[in-house]
């Protein structure tokens, strides 16, 4: 299944409390749980105002619903083309 990095920007997003990030992070599996097992929240990182999001899905609509209905922005989403690691320098 394609991944895709979603580029979010939420000013002051590092200084989001852990029942902030609690909240955001139960409304994003409740949109998802609706949605249905297609699309997929691996992780996310929490900069000083933006959040990354690392999702698998079929498209890239799917992750465009999925911000629309969690009321996320989505400022940025590509999709993987491919992952590196320090393997691949072996």
Request: glycine share 6%.
């Amino acid at each position: 299944m394609p991944k895709y990095v979603i580029e979010r920007e939420i000013p002051g997003a590092g200084k989001l409390t852990a029942e902030q990030l609690k909240e955001i992070s139960q409304t994003s599996c409740g949109v998802l749980s609706k949605m249905g097992p297609e699309i997929q929240w691996v992780n996310s990182f929490v900069t000083t105002d933006k959040i990354y999001c690392i999702y698998n899905a079929p498209n890239e609509e799917m992750v465009r619903e999925h911000a629309k209905q969690g009321g996320f922005p989505a400022n940025s989403i590509n999709k993987v083309s491919t992952v590196i690691d320090p393997i691949t320098a072996e």
